[in-house]
């Protein structure tokens, strides 16, 4: 399975922009950079994914670096909602329809007042 | 709108007791459906997937299976639990439509075995 790389956790603060950095040296050319962030005791929240160029949707920007090999999730201004575990997965086909998240430990992000 | 529920919300069953935990989705048709357990303080392991009625895949062996009697419906059982089976376990839910697309989390259920 490709396996991600991310810091364990992450301090910011609120109003501030945010980094969150994940490291893929094994990407596949089909492999997709999905984002979800999981808050305590809920299910993961899908936050952003891409395959090759940069995105932006109205929770976070996804920035892919030109190899693949890395990406980051950018919160432009962090409010206290967005303190989270934060984790970086590669989304591969897995026979006929089905595709497969799998999770690492992710990035916990503290963020302070 | 498609919606995910899971439930029940926490569990507390005494070791050697069956499982059984269901989860449905509304608002869609053929979904791909998934089982993960989250040990305390740890990631999220995949447990099952299913892309359709009766077709269940396993990703470790374990104590635990699943069963999809209906195109919605996603059930994780156990005959006997076991002290290790404690954990948060998630039901997940995504279209057929291949790895660029995201996935839906249910709230999940706290298993705490005794």
């Known amino acids: 399975d490709a396996k991600t790389t991310q810091p364990n956790s992450m301090e910011s603060n609120e109003e501030e922009p945010v980094h969150l950095p994940c490291n893929h040296s094994?990407?596949?050319?089909?492999?997709?950079i999905h984002w979800y962030r999981q808050l305590p005791s809920q299910g993961p929240e899908y936050v952003i994914h891409?395959?090759?160029s940069n995105v932006n949707n109205r929770m976070a920007s996804l920035a892919i670096a030109e190899d693949r090999k890395s990406s980051t999730l950018i919160l432009h201004r962090a409010t206290l909602r967005d303190a989270a575990v934060y984790y970086c997965?590669?989304?591969?086909?897995?026979?006929?329809?089905?595709?497969?998240?799998?999770f690492g430990k992710g990035t916990l992000l503290t963020v302070n007042p | 709108s498609q919606t995910i529920h899971q439930w029940p919300a926490t569990l507390v069953q005494p070791v050697g007791s069956p499982l059984s935990l269901e989860c449905t989705v509304e608002?869609?048709?053929?979904?791909?459906l998934y089982w993960y357990r989250q040990a305390a303080g740890r990631g999220l392991q995949l447990l099952f997937y299913?892309?359709?009625?009766?077709?269940i895949s396993s990703e470790v062996p374990q104590n635990l299976s699943a069963s999809r009697p209906q195109d919605r419906q996603f059930i994780l059982s156990s005959k006997k639990l076991l002290l290790s089976d404690s954990g948060f376990y998630l039901c997940?839910?995504?279209?057929?439509?291949?790895?660029?697309?995201?996935?839906?989390f249910g709230q999940g259920t706290r298993l705490t075995v005794v």
């Open positions: 094994t990407i596949s050319g089909t492999d997709y």
């Open positions: 997940a839910w995504s279209t057929p439509q291949g790895p660029g697309t995201e996935a839906f």
């Open positions: 608002g869609t048709s053929n979904p791909n």
């Open positions: 299913s892309v359709g009625i009766g077709q």
């Open positions: 891409g395959l090759t």
């Open positions: 997965i590669l989304s591969y086909q897995s026979g006929g329809s089905n595709y497969k998240l799998t």
